[in-house]
């Protein structure tokens, strides 16, 4: 297995692998890897001929500077977990100088205001800090196919707008969440629970399965206020927000459209750990 740490090395790489005609699939992760990442890297197997995880800790997407220390890093551990799945992935892991040189800054972008719903609103600046740090790394491995989870639903509907508006030549693909037994999504951030907490914060999918069955017969007032209630039954767990927003641009409901695709999303955070999720409802 090839561990990259410079850039211009994964270039190098990648100029051979297109020289041979060879296409490239595309996995970029913050490392903490979980099946949910695995299983992203097993799809870019199955359906690319080389494949390219990145394991970098974004700093520009951290708001908060406390969250950004907490993150987790297991590099070694990451390798091992690849490796499992295949010897023939490569890895590029740069520190941050290699991606940002001496100044740790994010570019400004416009993602036609679906920066500015849900996690926008919250996170000030993440999506800057996200667009700068996949835009670099989509330039440097150059992929054919890119896989995103389903989880990070608003992050994934930036990227795919992030290639339209500057005309990057790769596929991003959206797959499936992954789930613990328990029905939480997986996150890196899962790690971070204690056994109880991680008990309990299946609770928000638990939340979100119900608003699926209640959608298209209840308003959407009527859910959020019943999600609110139901989270006030929870103390361990404080809601930050309750969206039905449309699938394409994330605008809130106003009135359903039986012709447009709506999820519902949630933020909750479990002590200081914040945790996502969605569920398509029609």
Request: include cysteine.
């Amino acid at each position: 297995m090839q561990i990259l740490k410079e850039k211009e090395a994964l270039k190098k790489k990648v100029r051979a692998l297109k020289n041979d005609q060879k296409s490239i699939g595309f996995v970029p992760t913050m490392g903490a890897l979980h099946e949910g990442h695995l299983s992203l890297i097993k799809q870019a197997l199955s359906t690319c001929d080389k494949v390219v995880v990145s394991i970098f800790v974004n700093p520009t997407q951290f708001e908060n500077q406390d969250d950004l220390q907490k993150y987790p890093r297991t590099l070694d551990e990451d390798v091992e977990q690849i490796k499992k799945i295949s010897e023939e992935v490569i890895v590029f892991s740069p520190p941050a100088s290699e991606m940002y040189g001496d100044t740790v800054s994010s570019e400004e972008f416009s993602f036609d205001g679906l920066e500015h719903q849900m996690e926008g609103r919250f996170r000030q600046g993440h999506f800057n800090g996200v667009g700068t740090i996949v835009k670099r790394l989509f330039e440097m491995v150059e992929p054919d196919k890119a896989f995103f989870g389903e989880k990070d639903y608003q992050q994934l509907q930036i990227i795919k707008k992030l290639v339209e508006k500057h005309g990057l030549d790769v596929e991003v693909i959206g797959c499936p969440i992954f789930r613990e037994t328990s029905g939480l999504a997986r996150s890196s951030r899962n790690e971070r629970l204690s056994p109880k907490e991680r008990q309990t914060a299946a609770f928000i999918y638990e939340i979100l399965q119900q608003v699926k069955e209640e959608f298209g017969t209840k308003s959407a007032k009527e859910i959020s206020t019943w999600v609110t209630e139901k989270f006030k039954s929870q103390p361990s767990l404080v809601l930050e927000y309750f969206e039905i927003a449309n699938a394409d641009d994330l605008v809130s409901i106003q009135e359903e459209d039986k012709s447009k695709k709506y999820r519902a999303f949630i933020a909750a955070y479990s002590g200081d750990i914040r945790l996502i999720d969605n569920i398509a409802l029609n």
